[in-house]
């Protein structure tokens, strides 16, 4: 996608790891190897098109928005009957192998409905999750899910721990509006005050 999502990414890393690296620990992520996006998205579902294929490692986290009422809506994505899909939660995953990690970053994008269909613009966000101490060894795959804003905690490796600093950092986008049918639009600067809302608070956004 385009931007500077990779040049945001080494920045953030950066200036994490100064921190991280002297206490023996380290910062992992997941996605940011390529720029592009080979995973195929549902402009039907707004999610995954084979969610099937991508549930323990997803490349990026879908977050879904929505114009309701004249304001921008962002949820956690959701299935036609207003239920969540099984992986809507799982942000990435990490290669923990050695036990040092107390830091990961992942990369979330936008899934706007318009009508009856969804568009995935070249919005993005980088995400930084921040632990007291580090999560126990596991291995070079480890999905990293239920993300739950309320209780400031994700799973891992089947138990909760909980972050104790969320970081959600804009980027460049080519797009800063996207023009919906019914006269109605959505901006990145709207998007991601629904998205800060959501990730904080575990709160539908309107903003």
Request: aromatic share 10%; glycine share 6%.
């Amino acid at each position: 996608m385009p931007g500077n999502t990779l040049d945001v990414y080494r920045a953030v890393k950066k200036s994490v790891e100064k921190v991280l690296i002297p206490r023996g620990l380290t910062v992992k992520s997941a996605g940011f190897k390529q720029d592009r996006l080979n995973e195929a998205l549902s402009q039907t579902s707004g999610f995954w098109e084979e969610p099937n294929r991508v549930t323990s490692k997803p490349p990026r986290w879908i977050i879904q928005f929505e114009k309701k009422n004249g304001f921008v809506v962002a949820n956690f994505a959701k299935k036609h009957d207003d239920t969540y899909y099984p992986a809507s939660k799982t942000i990435g995953y990490i290669n923990n192998r050695e036990g040092n990690c107390s830091a990961m970053i992942f990369r979330i994008i936008a899934s706007i409905k318009d009508s009856e269909r969804y568009i995935f613009p070249d919005w993005e966000w980088v995400m930084l999750l921040v632990f007291n101490k580090s999560l126990p060894a596991g291995n070079s795959s480890e999905t990293i899910t239920s993300f739950d804003p309320l209780e400031k905690s994700i799973v891992y490796q089947r138990r909760s721990y909980k972050y104790s600093l969320l970081g959600i950092i804009k980027t460049n986008v080519e797009n800063e509006t996207i023009p919906l049918e019914e006269d109605e639009s959505i901006s990145y600067a709207e998007a991601s005050n629904a998205l800060k809302e959501l990730l904080e608070n575990g709160t539908e956004v309107e903003g």
